[in-house]
């Protein structure tokens, strides 16, 4: 069955840049969106954006000036950049896979990578 | 944005019980939501789609119902391993909001 791992650093220091990348296996990349979605410690769910496996992407208006989406259909992969850290972006990262819907466009979350604890702190 | 508003927040019941949460959208969202459960320490696992579409693999005491503004999760029979943390969410157009969250206790 298909299944998502998130890697990356678990400690960015502020100011700097958080980079993210999900490994999908047990399935292709293609024909799918792949979202991020974040999670303080504690708090709720925040969705941070999505990425078509053709390149195109939907941001988050609250972090669009810092977020960077991208894909390697050759790796089976798909990445997050999140410029400019702060405390505040402290949560465990989520990816997920977004089937497409009956209409235009992505339907809900579907299938999670089991998340990966980010914290900021120099 | 659309805000996702659930009630209850905090919801005791018990084995057995039929357990309902709401969830209201600031503005129509048609059926593009989504239900998750979440566990302490796991990722969100969806449960239903566009408002009443079961997930495979969901037990079928799991159910909602909606459209437009209004939605609600219905949970027929609750069993011991329902305990936990349930979100709305819609995606009927960016960006995409989640509810607050309902944490489902023991009574």
């Known amino acids: 069955q298909v299944q998502l791992q998130e890697s990356g650093p678990g400690l960015v220091k502020p100011s700097e840049t958080l980079s993210l990348t999900c490994t999908v296996s047990?399935?292709?990349?293609?024909?799918?969106?792949w979202s991020w979605i974040r999670q303080p410690p504690g708090k709720g769910l925040e969705w941070i954006g999505y990425?078509?496996?053709?390149?195109?992407?939907t941001y988050n208006p609250s972090l669009k000036n810092r977020v960077t989406m991208s894909v390697d259909t050759s790796k089976n992969q798909f990445s997050l950049n999140l410029s400019s850290v702060t405390a505040a972006d402290t949560a465990v990262y989520y990816c997920?896979?977004?089937?497409?819907?009956?209409?235009?466009?992505?339907?809900?979350?579907?299938?999670w990578g089991q998340g990966t604890m980010v914290t900021v702190s120099s | 944005d659309i805000q996702m508003t659930q009630s209850p927040s905090t919801l005791s019941a018990s084995v057995g019980d039929r357990v309902t949460i709401t969830c209201r959208a600031s503005?129509?969202?048609?059926?593009?939501l989504a239900w998750y459960q979440q566990k302490p320490g796991k990722a969100p696992n969806l449960l239903i789609y566009?408002?009443?579409s079961l997930q495979s693999g969901v037990p079928s005491r799991f159910s909602g119902s909606g459209s437009g503004t209004e939605f609600t999760l219905t949970i027929s029979s609750l069993q011991p391993d329902d305990f936990a943390t349930y979100y709305c969410?819609?995606?009927?157009?960016?960006?995409?909001?989640f509810g607050q969250g309902t944490k489902v206790e023991i009574k």
């Open positions: 566009e408002a009443s």
């Open positions: 503005q129509n969202i048609n059926r593009w």
């Open positions: 969410q819609q995606y009927n157009s960016s960006p995409w909001t």
């Open positions: 990425i078509y496996y053709s390149g195109s992407t």
């Open positions: 047990g399935g292709s990349i293609s024909s799918y969106y």
């Open positions: 997920a896979r977004v089937p497409p819907s009956v209409a235009p466009g992505p339907d809900a979350l579907e299938i």
